[in-house]
């Protein structure tokens, strides 16, 4: 397969094996302070122009600009916990902002000259100020801002404050007076004077690794000097800047003091040796500002032209765990061990509080501790150099010089690239072969075979003979091979692939005569999958990959499928995995420990049921604790084996989600019955109205108080007496909307209009009236009078009773009749619609208009004989019976006794009967209503 490699960051070398990566570079006016905020990806800038900005170095884009003065601001700094942000200015006065609202929250005067310098105390709400006035003054910000201490003893400028990260209740200053002074909180003079320097002191930092009791110091001498603060001595100086040396500050977790200077450049210097590490110039001028952010490699510089972040080494710790648990790791030059078993309790995610054991300190500093396949031997890197020391006893195995290191998979087998591109492969610790690829060689992996790395592509050799085994085209930054050397995991910038190792075609082929192709075998290996995500770390556990990626998620991937075991709230590196514990070991770049647990039967498992070998996935079954079964329910659920599924898993919801998924009606109203839960029945109604199962689909829906469900199913079936009950169950629980649409379905409109009475809705009920029983218009108008008066007693008034004002009412009278004539009948069956719908339609006022009399009685039928048969006048398509609406008619004079039948009861096929019977076939018939 081929990859097109991403385009390299610009980098640079040094003896250290630092990579110096820019990660930001911003054009500015000039940059008084700079500061790194510890969470957020921000960087502060104060300027000479009275502005503070807030930069995104991940977006490289401005965030948040503030005018804070017309002078220049020459210090800023973040107050993380109260989400603020302080400047001191050259006006004299301090200023403090939230962050997130912009918002100024207080503005005093500070001192009586330029404020130089401002310190956040690391745990209390304080913070120092240092200043032209030769002052040095302690404020507390939960107390207003009140000025607590002012220190006074230097005889110039102070230009520089700092607390001491080992004992933050003492600080350090440095002066224009040439000195270096030592305070106390509590005390307004100081403990003592450190004095050395020719000229000015600029800038002071303290040491925070180790125990050393040191202080490092620039000054206008263009001297870096490093101290002793308990002996109260010089203990190195640095030579090499041209100009003043600005600003300088030891390294919170790297062995480098960092300089910058008016001579343009930032200097690295080795903390241990002394010696310098590199020399940086961007070209922005002289240097005003250094800041470092502790727990990370990043380092902000100000200069008079902008600002940059700059990046130093790799951020992945120092440290490796053995398949016993057993932990080495490295702070600074000293080297502990840790065993995970000896942790009481552990719950993932949870920081592991474990006991440490000193091994003893690096002359090197560690950049690399990697345990062999074995676990028998450790080795330490860095500084372009290896040392091989025996796990159990600590002891020196070997040692020597490269730049960089990994293990084979047989005992005392590794290989080491030198700085000459050539790699030299060891057997039992002494030196067995030399590769020298014709092509540029930029990183080597270890593991059953030997890969070496060029800028586009990756080349795999045996350990034995460096034969070629094959060469893909692509740039991995890291290689992972399972235990069994069967797979093999190659992870790029973007993306890892999982490819089979075919060790009977490389040997089969090495075994032939003939000589490997310059590209390698063929089928050498296979790609079985490729992810589009980015790997950070990854191990195998069999035929497991796990891994974290770069959203901060711990997953396995197991053939196509990756399941995720825990999010993660920080960057977390993979230390291994205890089958005993069943738990997976991570750690961040502080080394804190964390672990979650994941059992290897679930992987076996789920391997077994991708390979499609479902008998010993059954066998594994038994295995899995019981606690995880919902787990492979889940699994089995995403790979289609539904019914397998639902027969182990525990949990309620999962269960009932998978029998509403197979249909399975009888075990889904187990579970609802068991957990009794509105949306279980919602959603088993649904399922028993799609099965056919009207009975189930009402006992769900009532246990689901779905009012809405039942109306439409009862109307559905038209069944009138369950309705009418509907209508009451909603009129008592207030569901007001579903009540009215039963009565009004029902045709009881006076229950309509009693519940919108009831309800406060008097208007809609007095229209209604008016719509559909004019009789009760005068009762509703005379309640909405009565509730409008309170209100508005003008508009009361304004309202009109048809039994008062009858001429506002046209046709009021003939409504009335009209109402009356109607509520003699039951209302008509939805099965009679076709013969009525003619008759549904016609007005009933127009018609008792246009007739001479009104009756008032119930229609009828009449039936008269008539001298000689003829053919029934029909209007009706079946009985061919000419059938009227039940309105008002005519009376005509008939001689005949009428029989009378009810209206509703007089179908087609009564009315046909009755014709046979009273007037037969001789009888001339006229139906009259």
Known sequence: FHL?????????????????????????????????HPTETWLLVSLYNGQVHIWNYKTESLVKSFEVSQQPVRCAKFIPRKQWIVAGADDLAVRVYNYNTMAKVKTFEAHNDYIRFLAIHPTQPLMLSSSDDMTIRLWNWEKNWQCM?????????????????????????????????????????????????????????????????????GADDRLVKIWDYQNKTCVQTLDGHTHN?????????????????????????????????????????????????????KVAIGYDNGLSLIKLGREEPAVSMANNGKIIWAKNNEIQQLDIKTAAEVTDGERLALPTKELGTSEVFPQKLEHSSNGRFVVVCGDGEFTIFTSL?????????????????????????ETNGKVKTYKNFKEHKTLRPSYNTEGIFGGLALGVRSPSFVCFYDWEELRIIRRIDVSPKAIYWNESGELLTIASESSFYILKYNRQAVQAAFDQSSEVSADGIDDAFEVIQDFPERVRTGIWVGDCFIYTNSANRLNYCVGNEIVTIGHLDRVMYLLGYVAKQSRVYLTDKSLNIVSYRLDISIVNYQTAILRGDLGLAAKIFPEIPVDQRNRIAQFLESQGHKEQALEIATDPDLKFDLAIQLGHLDIAVSIARE??????????????????????????????????????????????????????????????????????????????????????????????????????????????????????LKAANSLADPDQYPNLFDNFELALKAERLFRKYAPLAASSYESWKGALLRDLIADARDREEVIEEPAVLKVAPAPAPEPLVAVAAVAEIKVEAPVAATVEAEAEPEIDIDLVDATEKQVQDLLEQEGGAEDEIVVDF
């Open 4 to 36: 097109c490699p991403s385009s390299p960051q610009k980098q640079v070398k040094m003896p250290l094996r630092m990579e110096i990566k820019r990660l930001l570079s911003k054009g500015t006016d000039r940059v008084k302070s700079v500061d790194i």
């Open 149 to 217: 201490q002012t220190y006074e003893g230097h005889n110039h400028f102070v230009m520089m404050v700092t607390f001491n990260p080992k004992d933050p209740n003492t600080f350090a200053s440095a002066s224009l007076d040439r000195t270096i002074k030592v305070w106390g909180l509590g005390t307004s003079t100081a403990h003592f004077t450190l004095e050395g320097h020719d000229q000015g002191v600029n800038c002071v930092d303290y040491y925070t690794g180790g125990d050393k009791p040191y202080i490092v110091s």
């Open 245 to 297: 040396v600005s600003v300088v500050a030891y390294h919170p977790s790297l062995p480098i003091i960092i300089s910058g200077s008016e001579d343009t450049t930032v200097r690295i210097w080795n903390a241990n040796t002394y010696r310098l590490e590199k020399s940086l110039n961007y070209g922005m001028d002289r240097v005003w500002a250094l800041t470092c952010l502790k727990g990370s490699n």
């Open 393 to 417: 006893a600590w002891r020196n195995k070997t040692f020597g010089t490269g730049v960089e290191f990994v293990w084979g998979v047989d005992t005392g087998e590794y290989a080491v690239r």
């Open 675 to 792: 957990n009794d839960s509105e949306q279980k029945w919602r959603q088993l109604s649904d399922l028993s109205i799609s099965k056919n199962r009207y009975d189930l689909a009402e006992v769900c829906l009532q246990q689901a108080q779905d009012l809405s469900g039942l109306l439409l199913l009862y109307t559905s079936f038209g069944d009138s007496t369950k309705v009418r009950e509907l209508a009451e169950q909603a009129q008592a629980q207030s569901r007001n909307n579903i009540s009215f649409m039963c009565y009004f379905l029902l045709n009881d409109l006076d229950k309509c209009i009693d519940l919108l009475c009831q309800t406060s809705r008097i208007p809609e009920a007095a229209f209604m009236a008016r719509t559909y029983l004019p009789s009760r218009v005068s009762q509703v108008v005379s309640l909405w009078k009565d509730n409008l008066k309170t209100v508005n």
